[in-house]
């Protein structure tokens, strides 16, 4: 019965997002206002449905109702009830009905606050969200139910959850990534809105722009939770595997990241209109790319029999909707558009072209190591592989210009800048790096790698540059803190997310470079002595757990000197009813290295397979994540964008006031 | 030139040239870490209609099933070797070091990574086994059309405690995406 009522539901939110997707266009055609006007309820109505539709399932989940398919497949009555919950996004269509909840979420957040927002521009936004989930809610109720039953062979019991998802990176990583990728699905509303108006100025992109912020924030924290989440429950000690379903979350990252700071020249300087509007395409239709590749079984292609080939067909022909639909809007109206400011070829304009150069080459290249071993394959030209070393070369080279581009912008003013009046500065800041960049590996490890010290300096030059620029704002003031502090959110943000990249370019060129990595045969009493740090294997015990039996094996490490550093258990987990096993590495991490065990296999003397890994400067690449993420919350949060909206409840309380004493005046 | 149309004429070439690096790298990376896929039988007999076979030194991947009995492990270290087959009777011999992923099993599909050291024989740098125990490495699953594939769960896999509840169930479970196991 709930399981229909979540199926009725859903029906019913698409019906809200059909009618969202036709009203309010044909009231703004008509400049009918009470048309316009219904596209804030529709929304809503869509978020309830949908909301309701997801309750059903965690209902489904949490009372265990095998009758359900979806439930069947991916729980039991053993998994502990915090698993039972995230088990609802555990597979293809709960993730999917996830994913349309963040859908509506964000629409209705953007009805919430469309009252800063013209009533025409808003109905026109909000008619485009109500398209983009016409297309979602018939993929789901066509291909993906969630809510099929298994009437009448009903299961005694699921068959339990995928063992790697039964973990709490887990409970808040799609979540988070989905908030990434369907927020860009607003910034790209805003975008085809702006194009079917006609209008594309600065106004628009101050709208759109904390949007786009907040898309970019949720999908860092996702991608950094992900790769959190690889590398400890993988057991392979990576943090990034250049594999096509990260890369498919990462393409829209690199284009979202270029389409935020292309908005931030459309909202000040009034130019890179049309570019913007182009990258805001980009961004969702990569999302939508992402979503193809992940959901329609292409990229393992054994899947193709398992899973329905409708599903690919259905995405594919979607997302080439959305792309001709908006590309030929774009070529319509970016016609008319014109951009009539000037500026220099040492200006802040230019700087950030460049930076979307290399963020677009890079969008480019991460597609072209993902789709061409597809397209190798569909041409029957053979398989291919393309592996880390590709994309590691690629990075390595576009990160060089990136990073001082990156060190100049902030630096330099809009329209003209003197290069002799920052000349000190940069050179300052370039020695230093280059000083530090070589000592600091230097005094770390005794050998200095040139990669590592490549990516130290560029850091570094990052750091001392943005040092620099906060230096050069509050020079005329006499009161230098204060005046740090007045700079605003939006210039913190910058600040922030730009030390971010520099904390994450640290964590990256020394764990590349000094990670170190050892196999080694080890039982009950062994030790075995690397980088200063002595492992002993203390003793193997077995334990049962809820859904899994564990050899957990306990590991004390100390220092050759002797003090204690800490113990670390490392597990090998067999998950009894999807029989698998599954490794649960152990970590004693601090801020500068990680220490991480994972168990191999057991040997035929009882010993075991043991590999160790010393991983220096691991979390700075998370903590630099979590740092820009940080900093796209204070910019979001600029007063420039609060203020507007409260001057604009004013002026509609005034407003509303005026109307009650006209009526009152009528009576 | 006007000043204007010189500022659009350095910006343009600049960009072009950027391109022309870029696309220039990608190639250069591109034509030094493609790796072909093969399966034992291609290694032995050649690929396609002119019968192209792996040189001896050339970074490959090979995907096949890792014949049952074949894993053997040499004294006291780590290193494991095995064989792989696809439709018979060709089988490669892998030598590894190291720790195999936790789905490798005999019989199961699985992709090495590594250097072909003799015409029969890969020195693995990686072994991968997708989460999914009726994976088969997808060049595989086409050379193996119309062969009867046995899944994995009906071998006998005495190393960990035996469970038949639902052992015969087929995965189905497709976690939303291709992660493997190394």
Same mark, same amino acid.
């Not at chain 1, 698993?83 to 994913?99: D, I, K, N």
């Not at chain 1, 990576?238 to 909202?267: I, K, R």
């Not at chain 1, 520099?502 to 050892?518: K, P, T």
């Not at chain 1, 004693?588 to 296999?601: H, K």
């Given at each position: 019965m709930i399981g229909e009522l979540g199926h009725f539901a859903l029906a019913l939110a698409f019906a809200f997002s059909a009618l969202l997707a036709i009203i309010p266009l044909v009231g703004v055609a008509r400049g009918h206002g009470g048309q316009m006007a219904l596209a804030r309820p529709l929304t809503y109505g869509m978020f309830v449905f949908t909301l309701i539709s997801f309750i059903a399932l965690v209902w489904g989940f949490l009372a265990n109702d095998f009758s359900i398919a979806y439930v069947a497949n991916n729980s039991n009555t053993a998994l502990p009830a915090i698993y039972r919950f995230t088990a609802v996004w555990?597979?293809?269509?709960?993730?999917?009905?996830?994913?349309?909840?963040?859908?509506?979420?964000?629409?209705?957040?953007?009805?919430?606050?469309?009252?800063?927002?013209?009533?025409?521009?808003?109905?026109r936004v909000l008619a485009v969200m109500g398209m983009i989930g016409v297309g979602f809610y018939l993929f789901m109720l066509l291909t993906s139910n969630p809510f099929e039953r298994t009437i009448p062979l009903i299961p005694v019991d699921g068959r339990d959850l995928n063992p790697l998802l039964q973990d709490p990176g887990m409970i808040i990583h799609p979540p988070l990534l989905y908030m990434g990728y369907v927020g860009f699905s607003v910034a790209f509303a805003f975008a085809i809105a702006a194009l079917l108006g006609g209008r594309l100025d600065s106004a628009w992109a101050r709208w759109s722009r904390p949007w786009t912020i907040a898309a970019w924030v949720f999908l860092t924290l996702g991608i950094?939770?992900?790769?959190?989440?690889?590398?400890?429950?993988?057991?392979?000690?990576?943090?990034?595997?250049?594999?096509?379903?990260?890369?498919?979350?990462?393409?829209?990252?690199?284009?979202?990241?270029?389409?935020?700071?292309?908005?931030?020249?459309?909202?000040?300087?009034?130019?890179?209109?049309?570019?913007?509007?182009?990258?805001?395409?980009?961004?969702?239709?990569?999302?939508?790319?992402?979503?193809?590749?992940?959901?329609?079984?292409?990229?393992?292609?054994?899947?193709?029999?398992?899973?329905?080939?409708?599903?690919?067909?259905?995405?594919?022909?979607?997302?080439?909707?959305?792309?001709?639909?908006?590309?030929?809007?774009?070529?319509?109206?970016?016609?008319?558009?014109?951009?009539?400011?000037?500026?220099?070829?040492?200006?802040?304009?230019?700087?950030?072209?460049?930076?979307?150069?290399?963020l677009v080459t890079a969008t480019v290249v991460v597609m072209i190591g993902t789709l061409l071993p597809?397209?190798?394959?569909?041409?029957?030209?053979?398989?291919?592989?393309?592996?880390?070393?590709?994309?590691?070369?690629?990075?390595?080279?576009m990160t060089i210009p990136f990073a001082l581009i990156l060190g100049l912008g902030p630096l330099t003013r809009w329209r003209r800048q003197d290069f002799s009046e920052i000349r000190n500065s940069l050179a300052l800041a370039f020695v230093l790096a280059v000083a530090l960049g070589f000592a600091l590996p230097w005094i770390f490890a005794d050998v200095v790698h040139g990669l590592a010290a490549i990516?130290?300096?560029?850091?570094?030059?990052?750091?001392?540059?943005?040092?620099?620029?906060?230096?050069?704002?509050?020079?005329?003031?006499?009161?230098?803190?204060?005046?740090?502090?007045?700079?605003?959110?939006?210039?913190?943000?910058?600040?922030?997310?730009?030390?971010?990249?520099?904390?994450?370019?640290?964590?990256?060129?020394?764990?590349?470079?000094?990670?170190?990595?050892?196999?080694?045969?080890?039982?009950?009493g062994d030790t075995f002595e690397q980088s200063g740090y002595v492992f002993t294997f203390d003793e193997m015990y077995e334990w049962e757990g809820p859904n899994f039996i564990s050899d957990t094996a306990t590991f004390s490490v100390t220092r050759t000197d002797g003090s204690r550093v800490g113990i670390i258990k490392s597990e090998k987990r067999f998950y009894v009813v999807t029989r698998q096993i599954q490794t649960q590495t152990g970590l004693q991490v601090n801020a500068f290295r990680d220490l991480y065990i994972a168990l191999g296999e057991e040997l035929d003397d009882g010993s075991w397979a043991v590999r160790i890994h010393i991983k220096p400067f691991v979390r700075w690449i998370w903590a630099g994540s979590i740092l820009m993420a940080i900093g796209g919350i204070f910019s979001m949060t600029d007063k420039r964008y609060r203020l507007r909206r409260r001057l604009k409840a004013e002026r509609k309380r005034e407003h509303d006031a005026e109307i009650a004493n006209e009526k009152e005046a009528r009576v | 030139?006007?000043?204007?149309?010189?500022?659009?004429? !350095?910006?343009?070439? /600049?960009?072009?040239?950027?391109?022309?690096?870029?696309?220039?790298?990608?190639?250069?990376?591109? +034509?030094? =870490?493609?790796?072909?896929?093969?399966?034992?039988?291609?290694?032995?007999?050649?690929?396609?209609?002119?019968?192209?076979?792996?040189?001896?030194?050339?970074? !490959?991947?090979?995907? /096949?099933?890792?014949?049952?009995?074949?894993?053997?492990?040499?004294?006291?270290?780590?290193?494991? +070797?095995? =064989?792989l087959i696809d439709t018979g009777p060709a089988e490669v011999i892998v030598d590894y070091e190291g720790i195999l992923p936790d789905l490798f099993r005999e019989g199961q599909g699985i992709v090495a990574q590594g250097i072909l050291i003799a015409p029969n024989r890969l020195q693995a740098s990686e072994v991968l086994a997708r989460h999914d125990e009726e994976y088969m490495p997808p060049g595989l699953a086409e050379a193996l059309k119309g062969v009867e594939h046995v899944p994995p769960s009906q071998w006998d896999d005495s190393q960990y405690r035996s469970n038949d509840n639902g052992a015969d169930d087929k995965s189905e479970n497709e976690s939303g995406g291709g992660y493997y196991d190394r």
């Amino acid at each position: 019965m709930i399981g229909e009522l979540g199926h009725f539901a859903l029906a019913l939110a698409f019906a809200f997002s059909a009618l969202l997707a036709i009203i309010p266009l044909v009231g703004v055609a008509r400049g009918h206002g009470g048309q316009m006007a219904l596209a804030r309820p529709l929304t809503y109505g869509m978020f309830v449905f949908t909301l309701i539709s997801f309750i059903a399932l965690v209902w489904g989940f949490l009372a265990n109702d095998f009758s359900i398919a979806y439930v069947a497949n991916n729980s039991n009555t053993a998994l502990p009830a915090i698993y039972r919950f995230t088990a609802v996004w555990g597979s293809h269509e709960g993730s999917f009905l996830l994913w349309m909840l963040v859908q509506a979420s964000w629409a209705a957040a953007l009805a919430l606050f469309s009252n800063r927002l013209p009533l025409v521009f808003a109905a026109r936004v909000l008619a485009v969200m109500g398209m983009i989930g016409v297309g979602f809610y018939l993929f789901m109720l066509l291909t993906s139910n969630p809510f099929e039953r298994t009437i009448p062979l009903i299961p005694v019991d699921g068959r339990d959850l995928n063992p790697l998802l039964q973990d709490p990176g887990m409970i808040i990583h799609p979540p988070l990534l989905y908030m990434g990728y369907v927020g860009f699905s607003v910034a790209f509303a805003f975008a085809i809105a702006a194009l079917l108006g006609g209008r594309l100025d600065s106004a628009w992109a101050r709208w759109s722009r904390p949007w786009t912020i907040a898309a970019w924030v949720f999908l860092t924290l996702g991608i950094m939770v992900g790769s959190w989440w690889a590398y400890y429950e993988l057991g392979w000690g990576g943090w990034w595997f250049w594999d096509p379903v990260e890369n498919a979350s990462f393409m829209p990252w690199l284009a979202g990241t270029a389409l935020m700071h292309s908005l931030a020249v459309t909202e000040k300087r009034g130019t890179f209109k049309s570019w913007t509007v182009l990258l805001a395409i980009a961004a969702f239709s990569l999302s939508l790319l992402g979503t193809f590749l992940v959901r329609s079984g292409v990229l393992v292609s054994v899947h193709a029999f398992a899973a329905d080939p409708t599903r690919g067909m259905f995405l594919l022909s979607f997302l080439g909707v959305v792309i001709a639909g908006s590309l030929l809007l774009y070529a319509i109206r970016a016609a008319k558009v014109q951009s009539h400011s000037r500026y220099d070829l040492f200006s802040r304009e230019v700087l950030l072209l460049g930076n979307n150069v290399v963020l677009v080459t890079a969008t480019v290249v991460v597609m072209i190591g993902t789709l061409l071993p597809l397209f190798f394959q569909q041409l029957g030209l053979g398989n291919i592989s393309i592996g880390e070393p590709f994309f590691d070369e690629m990075f390595f080279w576009m990160t060089i210009p990136f990073a001082l581009i990156l060190g100049l912008g902030p630096l330099t003013r809009w329209r003209r800048q003197d290069f002799s009046e920052i000349r000190n500065s940069l050179a300052l800041a370039f020695v230093l790096a280059v000083a530090l960049g070589f000592a600091l590996p230097w005094i770390f490890a005794d050998v200095v790698h040139g990669l590592a010290a490549i990516g130290l300096i560029l850091a570094l030059w990052v750091v001392f540059t943005t040092v620099a620029e906060l230096r050069m704002r509050v020079a005329s003031r006499e009161q230098k803190w204060p005046a740090l502090v007045k700079l605003g959110r939006s210039h913190w943000g910058m600040v922030l997310g730009h030390l971010g990249f520099a904390v994450m370019v640290i964590g990256i060129a020394m764990v590349q470079n000094y990670e170190i990595e050892r196999t080694v045969r080890m039982g009950p009493g062994d030790t075995f002595e690397q980088s200063g740090y002595v492992f002993t294997f203390d003793e193997m015990y077995e334990w049962e757990g809820p859904n899994f039996i564990s050899d957990t094996a306990t590991f004390s490490v100390t220092r050759t000197d002797g003090s204690r550093v800490g113990i670390i258990k490392s597990e090998k987990r067999f998950y009894v009813v999807t029989r698998q096993i599954q490794t649960q590495t152990g970590l004693q991490v601090n801020a500068f290295r990680d220490l991480y065990i994972a168990l191999g296999e057991e040997l035929d003397d009882g010993s075991w397979a043991v590999r160790i890994h010393i991983k220096p400067f691991v979390r700075w690449i998370w903590a630099g994540s979590i740092l820009m993420a940080i900093g796209g919350i204070f910019s979001m949060t600029d007063k420039r964008y609060r203020l507007r909206r409260r001057l604009k409840a004013e002026r509609k309380r005034e407003h509303d006031a005026e109307i009650a004493n006209e009526k009152e005046a009528r009576v | 030139m006007n000043p204007r149309r010189k500022k659009r004429f !350095i910006m343009t070439s /600049g960009i072009i040239g950027g391109v022309a690096i870029a696309t220039a790298l990608v190639l250069y990376a591109l +034509s030094q =870490n493609i790796d072909l896929f093969y399966t034992p039988t291609e290694i032995i007999n050649g690929k396609g209609a002119e019968q192209v076979r792996p040189e001896v030194g050339q970074r !490959i991947r090979v995907g /096949g099933l890792v014949v049952p009995g074949s894993v053997r492990r040499e004294g006291s270290g780590l290193t494991v +070797s095995f =064989n792989l087959i696809d439709t018979g009777p060709a089988e490669v011999i892998v030598d590894y070091e190291g720790i195999l992923p936790d789905l490798f099993r005999e019989g199961q599909g699985i992709v090495a990574q590594g250097i072909l050291i003799a015409p029969n024989r890969l020195q693995a740098s990686e072994v991968l086994a997708r989460h999914d125990e009726e994976y088969m490495p997808p060049g595989l699953a086409e050379a193996l059309k119309g062969v009867e594939h046995v899944p994995p769960s009906q071998w006998d896999d005495s190393q960990y405690r035996s469970n038949d509840n639902g052992a015969d169930d087929k995965s189905e479970n497709e976690s939303g995406g291709g992660y493997y196991d190394r």
